[in-house]
């Protein structure tokens, strides 16, 4: 049997709905599998004795995601500590759609659709990023109001673009695939890198420099999403490159 994540408390029916509902190691990436797959199958199961459906815990991811970039461009500490919860609690919804539905033993061509639209949050997040960094730019007069209103234009322009996109993706027959993402699984080196390289990493690392701040007085978060925002432009291009490549 391949292995599922576990805890000491579990006992054999939950091992056994952990390999009923949740995916095998290769399949997950290091912050899902040590932290947020532990306990969300006790959640799952809550769930489970109520009307809550897959597609009612994804809206919730996408609100949760949706929300999380706003936090991000208010440029303050607690902007940046209910960023981390926010981006948390739309991860482990991203976890818990998938193993209601396979507890429920439900499946909707809405669910692949909304899952599409949650993949696609990370450009609002990175505008968020962005904005936050620019109010903290001395000389740049960007206040709360305007960062609102640019972030909202930047979230109806990405649901506007990836409603038609992901609507489309849902009638297609062949499994999404992405090389660069594919690389993680290569060895545990790359799924690390790919750790540390990406919204996991980014948010797991905020809280601490967060608290490194609020503690010492450094300014460190600006250097983090100034290294954040270099790191996903570096990765952009040799996706573009790696796809273009697979594409020829």
Request: aromatic share 12%; with cysteine.
């Amino acid at each position: 049997m391949e292995k599922r994540p576990t805890l000491p408390v579990d006992s054999e029916r939950v091992r056994f709905l952990r390999s009923l509902c949740q995916k095998p190691r290769h399949m997950e990436e290091i912050w899902s599998w040590y932290v947020l797959r532990r306990v969300s199958i006790y959640v799952t199961l809550a769930l489970g004795r109520t009307p809550v459906t897959p597609n009612g815990i994804s809206w919730s991811s996408l609100f949760f995601f949706a929300v999380t970039g706003w936090f991000l461009l208010s440029g303050e500490m607690w902007g940046y500590l209910l960023a981390v919860l926010f981006y948390n609690l739309g991860y482990l919804c991203d976890c818990l759609d998938g193993e209601l539905a396979r507890l429920k033993e439900v499946t909707s061509r809405l669910g692949v659709f909304l899952d599409t639209l949650i993949r696609a949050m990370s450009i609002p997040i990175l505008t968020g990023v962005s904005l936050g960094l620019l109010r903290q730019i001395e000389g740049v007069k960007l206040d709360l109001w305007a960062s609102s209103l640019i972030y909202g234009v930047v979230l109806v322009g990405t649901l506007a673009l990836l409603v038609p996109l992901a609507y489309n993706y849902v009638g297609l027959k062949e499994d999404e695939g992405d090389p660069v993402s594919d690389m993680r699984t290569t060895s545990s080196l790359m799924e690390w890198v790919a750790f540390f390289t990406g919204m996991p990493g980014f948010f797991a690392i905020l809280l601490i420099l967060t608290a490194v701040e609020f503690f010492s007085g450094w300014v460190l978060v600006p250097i983090l999403f100034i290294g954040f925002l270099l790191v996903m432009a570096l990765k952009t291009l040799v996706r573009l490159y790696l796809t273009t490549m697979k594409l020829i």
